[in-house]
């Protein structure tokens, strides 16, 4: 099955400076990427997603890049801010029969400080 | 506000007991979802329901038992849990369908289980 890798496990980073956490995934299937921000004792939110028929995606303050041939995906947050502190968690998926099967990474837990 | 609604928000049960959470959804999602996460941990899927059928078991213990009674509504029904199946419970949707475009899931806000 799909095994997705996730780093680093923690990331601090000063208010305003750039933020960047790194997935692999191991199933050359996989299309879909997903990112899900969940802070403390809430939801998992999507924050962006990216398919691999596009190389990168932007979104305000967030972009997420993809490479199929290294089959690593990597988030990039700008000019963090305190609300940006959560945990961060990839996700790579590929067709089934029903459903959308996500293989989480394992998580990133970043801290903005001030 | 979320779109995917989840109840009790918090439930503590006994390991004799029976209990059930539930999810609902109004968004016209055709599939459904149960995942379990531990503190610190990432999601794991339990089950998949698509078009109101069971198509991913990821092999649970017969314990827990989903129910898709239709689109919208989704339950786990618990019995004879264990101390360790405490946990967060959440379910999500998505937008399913029969295609081939895989489609972002909707997270509810969780039930917190706690098995004493």
């Known amino acids: 099955g799909e095994n997705v890798e996730q780093h680093p496990s923690t990331l601090s980073v000063q208010e305003g400076d750039s933020a960047v956490i790194k997935c692999t995934y191991s199933?050359?299937?996989?299309?879909?990427f997903p990112w899900y921000k969940q802070e403390l004792g809430k939801r998992p939110q999507l924050i962006i997603d990216?398919?691999?028929?596009?190389g990168e995606k932007k979104d305000q303050r967030i972009a997420v890049t993809l490479n199929k041939t290294a089959k690593h995906f990597s988030l990039h947050i700008t000019e963090t801010q305190p609300e940006d502190s959560a945990v961060y968690f990839c996700?790579?998926?590929?067709?089934?029969?029903?459903?959308?099967?996500?293989?989480f990474g394992t998580g990133t837990q970043l801290k903005v400080e001030l | 506000d979320t779109e995917v609604t989840q109840t009790p928000k918090h439930l503590v049960m006994g390991m004799t007991n029976k209990k059930s959470l539930k999810c609902e959804q109004h968004?016209?999602?055709?599939?459904m979802y149960w995942y379990k996460q531990k503190a610190k941990k990432p999601p794991e899927l339990m089950f998949v329901?698509?078009?109101?059928?069971?198509?991913i078991n990821e092999s649970v213990p017969s314990r827990f038992s989903p129910e898709c009674p239709n689109s919208s509504l989704l339950n786990l029904h618990l019995h004879a849990l264990q101390p360790e199946d405490s946990a967060l419970y959440l379910c999500?949707?998505?937008?399913?369908?029969?295609?081939?475009?895989?489609?972002?899931?909707?997270f509810g806000n969780g039930t917190r289980l706690t098995v004493t």
């Open positions: 329901y698509s078009y109101e059928k069971l198509s």
């Open positions: 968004m016209g999602h055709r599939a």
């Open positions: 990216i398919r691999s028929n596009v």
């Open positions: 999500a949707s998505s937008q399913g369908g029969r295609g081939p475009i895989n489609s972002p899931l909707h």
């Open positions: 996700a790579a998926s590929k067709l089934t029969g029903g459903g959308n099967k996500l293989t």
């Open positions: 199933d050359s299937a996989s299309n879909y």
